[in-house]
């Protein structure tokens, strides 16, 4: 005896033994594709609106230099765009030698980089780090997360120390916002 497959079919056969074997494998795999057909269709439309709605991307971004200068410097805490060679020299000049012989590099192409450079303020001890974790960049605008937080590796009670972190990413001219966060 042949039904109609359909999930109720496929109910009634379980619950009361009404059909056949062959009944019931053709039934599962009509189900099976039916199934199939369903997630695929879900999965297509999250890839479409992933790659069709999500309007953000995550910028590259370059380490040039990172550390804790002795607070001697007269930094204060802030977030600085550096587009040009003169701007970056003269943060170096006030930075020190000290710091900028470990950069990975002191020569920047302002035609086709610009420079993030962040500062936390002045700790009377060791043990804080601040670090640019990620860019982010969107179709008007370019948010740049900032993380502040204690490095239980090093503690020094006596030390003055401004943690900073200096990255280059490719010039934009998109307005550019920091995000900091802070963890105690």
Same mark, same amino acid.
């Given at each position: ?62 380490? !040039? ?9 007269? =930094?204060? &805490?802030?977030? #600085?765009?550096? /587009?040009?060679? $003169? ?67 090093? !503690? ?9 972190? =200096?990255? &280059?990413?490719? #010039?934009?001219? /998109?307005?550019? $916002? ?7």
């Amino acid at each position: 005896m042949k039904h109609e497959k359909d999930s109720n079919f496929y109910t009634i056969c379980i619950l009361n033994k009404f059909c056949e074997w062959d009944d019931f494998n053709e039934i599962r795999d009509v189900m099976m594709k039916t199934n199939i057909l369903k997630y695929a269709t879900i999965l297509l439309l999250l890839i479409g609106c992933v790659y069709s709605c999500g309007e953000e991307e995550f910028a590259p971004f370059i380490e !040039i230099g990172k550390g804790s200068l002795g607070g001697s410097e007269g =930094i204060p &805490k802030q977030e #600085i765009i550096i /587009k040009s060679k $003169e701007e970056w020299d003269n943060l170096k000049a006030i930075i020190g030698n000290s710091q900028t012989n470990s950069f990975i590099e002191t020569e920047i192409d302002f035609g086709e980089y610009q420079i993030i450079a962040v500062f936390d303020e002045i700790y009377d001890t060791g043990g804080r780090i601040i670090y640019i974790k990620c860019i982010t960049e969107y179709s008007d605008k370019i948010v740049i997360t900032v993380i502040s937080t204690f490095d239980g590796n090093f !503690i020094a009670p006596t030390v003055q120390t401004q943690p900073y972190h =200096i990255v &280059k990413t490719p #010039i934009s001219t /998109k307005r550019i $916002e920091f995000n900091m966060v802070i963890n105690n």
